[in-house]
C-alpha cells in the first residue's frame, strides 16, 4: 500500500486523500461501464465456450479494477487516521 506520511512540510491530510477518492470514483465509473460491456452469448453464435472464456476474461478485468479501487480506498483511510 501506499502510504504518504503527513508532516509539516509535506502535502496536508486532504491534499492527499482528496485525489485518491477521485481516482476511486473514476474506478468505479470505468467498473460500472465495464459491466455494461460484458460478452453476452447472442454475440457468440454457436461458441458458447468462447464466450465463457472471454466472460471470464472480462470479469478478471473488472476484478482487477475494483482492487485498485479498494486499495486506493484503504489508502485514503490510511492518511486519514494519521490527523
Do not use: W
Not at 472480462?58 to 490510511?78: C, D, K, P, T, Y
Amino acid at each position: 500500500m501506499i502510504e504518504p506520511r503527513v508532516n509539516l512540510n509535506g502535502s496536508s491530510a486532504t491534499d492527499l486523500i482528496k485525489p485518491r477518492m477521485t481516482a476511486r470514483d473514476a474506478l468505479s465509473a470505468a467498473i460500472d461501464a465495464l459491466m455494461r460491456a460484458a460478452p453476452h452469448g447472442r454475440d457468440y453464435p454457436g461458441d458458447s465456450e468462447r464466450c465463457e472464456a472471454d466472460r471470464a476474461l472480462h470479469f478478471e478485468r473488472i476484478g482487477r479494477l475494483a482492487i485498485v479501487r479498494s486499495e486506493l480506498l484503504n489508502e485514503a483511510i490510511a492518511i486519514k487516521n494519521q490527523q
